[in-house]
């Protein structure tokens, strides 16, 4: 099997001279672009490391250590140097790579990164699937108790209901409008958003109290101690879960709202609601 070629350009090989090293080099296994006028010195110098009585310089730029196969050569190095190191990503690429300049460690750390993007996406694909095998109610049936449609409904699913508490799930999506203006270049979901998803949760839990839900609504009444830990950023799922603080009583529900990303609490407040008939 022939020997890896290699491919550098006349500075490099300046640097490593000077610093004492390459030793036992070879110029039959690279390709020296000469990026600068050859002074006598590095002429000697290559002379020495390289055991050669003669160097030149060839009309198309590069050392006259060896011949290439091909004229575009370096250009399929780098393209099979590109191949093998994304090849680290462990998955096949389906898309369009545009590479320039590359080398070595540019290519692992774009394989690197494209890495982390789809170890998160598989982790994020694998909490939805365990979060989907608790639905116990989905978004057409939670419409059946909420007045709320597209695009201002902010409930994917209903995970647990019980007598005074609730849980529900809000898959945050890059594609829902708000964040084309919220922000632009730095997608943030709003905080009041995030207060009206914990909301309509709340409102399921109320309402699924009636015998004919569809037939009442439910209005905000107060907002207290509202606080915002940390953004919900596009790709979040959040987890929204609200209590009773106390029985409903003359049609006034009084909750605690907490959303969670990741069992990490990002917003909380306090919420009273009134209820009434259509």
């Given amino acids: 099997m022939p020997t890896q070629e290699l491919l550098v350009f006349l500075h490099e090989i300046e640097t490593l001279l000077e610093n004492d090293l390459i030793k036992g080099g070879d110029l039959n296994n690279a390709i020296v672009y000469v990026d600068k006028k050859i002074s006598d010195k590095t002429m000697g110098k290559l002379k020495k490391a390289f055991n050669r009585s003669k160097v030149s310089v060839k009309p198309n730029?590069?050392?006259?250590n060896l011949?290439?196969?091909?004229?575009?050569?370096?250009?399929?190095?780098?393209?099979?140097?590109?191949?093998?190191?994304?090849?680290?990503?462990?998955?096949?690429?389906?898309?369009k790579v545009i590479a320039k300049k590359p080398g070595h460690h540019v290519n692992t750390k774009f394989a690197k990164k494209v890495s982390e993007i789809i170890?998160?996406?598989?982790?994020?694909?694998?909490?939805k699937n365990i979060l989907e095998d608790k639905v116990i109610m989905n978004q057409e049936q939670i419409m059946n108790i909420l007045p709320h449609r597209p695009p201002f409904i902010f409930i994917d699913s209903i995970i647990d209901l019980t007598e005074n508490t609730i849980t529900g799930v809000k898959y945050v999506s890059a594609d829902e409008p708000h964040f084309k203006g919220h922000f632009p270049g730095r997608p943030v979901m709003p905080g009041v958003l995030i207060i009206e998803a914990m909301a309509q949760v709340g409102g399921v839990l109320v309402l699924s109290t009636f015998d004919n839900p569809e037939k009442y609504l439910t209005f905000f009444g107060r907002i207290e101690n509202a606080k915002f830990k940390r953004p919900v950023l596009p790709g979040d799922?959040?987890?929204l879960k609200l209590e009773l603080i106390s029985p409903i009583r003359r049609g006034i529900s009084h909750m605690m709202a907490r959303a969670y990303v990741k069992d990490e609490l990002v917003t909380e407040a306090e919420m009273k609601a009134k209820i009434i008939k259509k």
């Fill in 61 to 64: 730029g590069i050392l006259d």
């Fill in 67 to 95: 011949n290439l196969h091909y004229q575009n050569e370096a250009a399929r190095h780098k393209l099979l140097d590109v191949l093998g190191d994304l090849a680290l990503i462990g998955k096949r690429i389906r898309g």
């Fill in 119 to 127: 170890k998160k996406q598989e982790k994020l694909e694998l909490e």
């Fill in 237 to 239: 799922i959040l987890i």
